[in-house]
């Protein structure tokens, strides 16, 4: 499945940022190439910027970093929810509470690096596992529709904004 083939009616509006992050891509290539090219720009983040936040109360790089897992796992199940055809509404999660609470000033690179390949590896097998009817099932998540297969391209547009974020925001202004 692309990109194109989603119809509005599939997710939040506020969601469309990430989606038009991505381009027109095919939902289980991004998820691989991610998994295989995330990994390298972490390693090529100099670990002296780890811990930079670019002005005062805005997150750290560790700190987003970690917030592209919690996410992740937050849209992963709600993949799983509405997969499986649960069609119970579910919440929003605040980010401005997650982060806080992430451990994440303590923790290495490297660390960080093997539980986001985790996390993504974990994502690829369950949508490896769907077919077209599955990744059209519809709930409810933040008040807004989201389809399964909103939530996958969700799940890489959000990585894909906040990295690039970090490249013009944290990186580029860091001498």
């Not at 997150?59 to 897992?69: G, N, P, Q, S, Y």
């Not at 077209?132 to 990585?159: E, Y």
Request: proline residues 5%; aromatic residues 12%.
């Amino acid at each position: 499945m692309r990109v194109s083939e989603l119809n509005p009616k599939e997710y939040g509006s506020f969601y469309k940022v990430y989606l038009d992050t991505l381009g027109d891509v095919e939902l289980y290539d991004i998820m691989q190439s991610q998994l295989l090219n995330f990994p390298k720009f972490m390693e090529s983040i100099p670990t002296v910027k780890l811990d930079y936040a670019y002005a005062p109360g805005k997150w750290t790089i560790k700190e987003a970093l970690v917030h592209i897992m919690d996410t992740e796992r937050v849209m992963q199940y709600r993949a799983l929810r509405f997969m499986r055809g649960d069609r119970t509404p579910l919440p929003g999660f605040d980010q401005d509470i997650f982060v806080p609470n992430s451990f994440a000033a303590p923790r290495t690179i490297q660390d960080i690096i093997q539980e986001y390949s985790c996390i993504r590896q974990s994502t690829i097998a369950l949508y490896t596992n769907m077919d077209k009817k599955a990744l059209s099932n519809i709930g409810t998540a933040s008040n807004a529709p989201m389809s399964v297969a909103a939530l996958g391209f969700i799940i890489c547009g959000h990585q894909k904004h906040h990295r690039n974020v970090i490249r013009e925001r944290y990186l580029s202004t860091f001498d």
